[in-house]
């Protein structure tokens, strides 16, 4: 499999940055094997994300980091450059909807999640078996009502312990604390069943029923500490009548939120996410 660097540049929008950069990875000798530029003209930001044949360019990426910093120094710009023989880490969060955690296992296994599975987590037991048996760690989490404070700072215990890069709620119906959501920041991924900001909450399928809707959608957000509101990584629809039900509603809504949310992920583990206030531009 070829080996790629990916820099990632969030900075303020100026003359210059594409043929500095482009240049400097030619300067080493550097083949670009993807490209992709946006200017947010009321922001002012630019974003940009290049992907680079590391064979080309002969050196590692902690050298390349350091070579590179004086132009990231001169255009203030926020970066990363990712190496992708690294593997993200990633824990898996789950309740007792089965559907997205299936899908993704799938995946996975299929090779097209580029990833590790560290571990998952539940306030069930439900899903013990069929995580076993793909290999992985199961952590079986209660949830008191009464006090959630010590199943959190167990799951924080679990997901530290896994060195994840990443954390996936993969219809994990608990809310995280404000704690967790900001020690984790821009690394915790919801599917919410639900096309947001429309039918925030609980039973969103059944809201949309009530308001009559002719589209239902779903939505791959990052969690923060405002709940249903993250910044959107990707969202789809699903057209529906009068005909049909709430649980027809249930029943499309979830083909819809197993596809969004991997597509999010898939993009999240490749950089194609850069986060700006509570919007991002996704290089998809």
Request: aromatic content about 8%; glycine content about 6%; charged content about 25%.
């Given at each position: 499999m070829s080996?790629?660097?990916?820099?990632?540049?969030?900075c303020?929008?100026?003359l210059?940055?594409?043929?500095?950069?482009?240049?400097?990875?030619?300067?080493?000798?550097?083949s670009?094997?993807?490209?992709?530029?946006?200017?947010?003209?009321?922001?002012?930001?630019?974003?940009m994300?290049?992907?680079?044949?590391?064979?080309?360019?002969?050196?590692?990426?902690?050298t390349?980091?350091d070579t590179?910093?004086?132009i990231?120094?001169?255009f203030?710009m926020?970066?990363?450059?990712t190496?992708?023989?690294?593997?993200?880490?990633?824990?898996?969060?789950v309740?007792?909807?089965?559907?997205?955690?299936?899908?993704?296992?799938?995946?996975w296994?299929a090779?097209?999640?580029?990833?590790?599975?560290?571990?998952?987590?539940?306030?069930?037991?439900?899903?013990r078996?069929?995580?076993?048996?793909?290999?992985i760690?199961?952590?079986h989490v209660?949830?008191?009502?009464?006090?959630?404070?010590?199943?959190?700072?167990?799951?924080?215990?679990?997901?530290d312990?896994?060195?994840?890069?990443?954390?996936?709620?993969?219809?994990?119906?608990?809310i995280?604390?404000?704690s967790l959501?900001e020690?984790?920041?821009?690394?915790?991924?919801?599917?919410?069943?639900?096309?947001?900001p429309?039918?925030?909450?609980?039973?969103p399928?059944?809201?949309?029923?009530?308001?009559?809707?002719?589209?239902?959608?779903?939505?791959?957000?990052?969690?923060t500490?405002?709940?249903?509101?993250?910044?959107?990584i990707?969202q789809?629809?699903?057209r529906?009548s009068?005909c049909?039900?709430?649980n027809?509603?249930?029943?499309?809504?979830?083909?819809?939120?197993?596809?969004?949310?991997?597509?999010?992920?898939r993009?999240?583990?490749?950089?194609?996410?850069l986060v700006?206030?509570?919007?991002?531009?996704?290089?998809?």
């Amino acid at each position: 499999m070829s080996h790629y660097y990916r820099l990632v540049v969030s900075c303020p929008d100026r003359l210059g940055i594409v043929s500095r950069v482009s240049s400097f990875i030619a300067g080493q000798g550097g083949s670009i094997t993807e490209a992709s530029q946006h200017s947010d003209l009321e922001s002012g930001r630019f974003f940009m994300r290049y992907v680079i044949l590391a064979d080309s360019i002969g050196m590692s990426a902690e050298t390349l980091r350091d070579t590179f910093s004086p132009i990231a120094e001169e255009f203030e710009m926020d970066w990363a450059l990712t190496d992708t023989r690294q593997r993200r880490r990633v824990v898996l969060m789950v309740s007792r909807e089965s559907h997205c955690l299936v899908d993704l296992l799938y995946r996975w296994t299929a090779g097209e999640l580029d990833c590790d599975i560290a571990a998952v987590i539940s306030n069930h037991e439900d899903m013990r078996a069929l995580v076993e048996w793909h290999g992985i760690p199961y952590h079986h989490v209660p949830v008191s009502p009464d006090d959630k404070s010590a199943a959190f700072g167990e799951v924080q215990r679990l997901v530290d312990e896994a060195r994840a890069d990443c954390v996936v709620l993969a219809r994990y119906m608990q809310i995280l604390p404000p704690s967790l959501c900001e020690r984790y920041a821009g690394r915790v991924i919801n599917i919410h069943h639900s096309f947001l900001p429309s039918f925030a909450g609980a039973k969103p399928y059944h809201q949309a029923y009530q308001r009559g809707v002719k589209l239902i959608g779903a939505t791959c957000h990052y969690v923060t500490e405002e709940l249903d509101a993250g910044p959107i990584i990707e969202q789809d629809i699903h057209r529906v009548s009068h005909c049909h039900t709430p649980n027809d509603l249930v029943r499309f809504g979830r083909d819809v939120e197993k596809a969004v949310l991997a597509r999010g992920l898939r993009w999240h583990l490749e950089d194609r996410v850069l986060v700006h206030g509570n919007k991002t531009v996704v290089f998809a």
